[in-house]
């Protein structure tokens, strides 16, 4: 049994089929707070837990998955070349959106970084939170975070968004496709993109640029941080 917890081919199968789990239950129930990564998370946890299986067992299998991640992100590119034109119609906009989406999340954090008294490393660590995490870790390592903070930091952000993102939508009335779909992106990065390629085409090519741009834009705001 301890040879088959060893295996990386165990950890990969174990994440495949609890977020399956989470997939099926998210149809079933119809309800964006049975979200298929949190019951993935609880799953996972749950089976770690009872077996008492190592964490390095198991991410030896989390590796791998992690080895996708950029590709997939890569992948969205595809969404938004099939709305270009509306990229070249609205660019101005587009940008002003991202950035000011990414000066908030950032100042934000910042500035409740410094209102509780947390230490540097932890306000390094939290500050790309709403960027795709191949981005955040590049950020926030190179400046002395910690990654696994990072980590769970940009996923919370996402699930929140994804959780929140269509409630918000109808709340302050954006029927703008592409507006919901930048705030989507910019706030909430990929996981929020899986959310918003379910409510619409549009918002899901719009979402996924605002990944890229905000991450581009995230980039730079760290660098004049730093400076």
């Not at 008492?52 to 992100?73: C, H, Q, R, V, W």
């Not at 995490?133 to 002395?144: K, L, Q």
Request: hydrophobic share 50%.
């Amino acid at each position: 049994m301890k040879e088959l917890f060893e295996s990386p081919y165990f950890g990969v199968a174990l994440s495949v089929i609890t977020f399956g789990i989470g997939v099926k239950l998210n149809r079933k129930l119809k309800t964006p707070v049975c979200n298929p990564l949190i019951i993935a998370i609880v799953l996972t946890s749950g089976v770690l837990v009872i077996f008492d299986i190592p964490y390095e067992s198991y991410n030896k299998g989390g590796e791998i998955i992690n080895m996708f991640l950029a590709p997939a992100t890569a992948c969205l590119a595809v969404a938004i070349y099939t709305k270009r034109q509306i990229l070249k119609e609205y660019w101005l906009p587009i940008l002003a959106g991202c950035s000011a989406g990414s000066a908030a999340s950032m100042a934000s954090v910042y500035g409740m970084c410094r209102l509780f008294g947390l230490d540097d490393s932890l306000a390094v660590s939290l500050i790309p939170k709403s960027v795709t995490t191949p981005i955040a870790v590049s950020i926030a390592e190179p400046a002395g975070g910690v990654v696994p903070i990072t980590v769970v930091a940009v996923i919370g952000t996402g699930i929140l968004g994804g959780i929140f993102a269509p409630f918000l939508i109808k709340f302050f009335r954006v029927s703008d496709p592409v507006a919901a779909g930048l705030a989507i992106g910019a706030s909430s990065h990929a996981v929020g993109t899986s959310k918003a390629i379910e409510i619409g085409e549009v918002e899901g090519a719009m979402s996924g640029l605002a990944i890229g741009i905000c991450g581009i834009i995230t980039v730079l705001f760290s660098l004049l941080i730093h400076l």
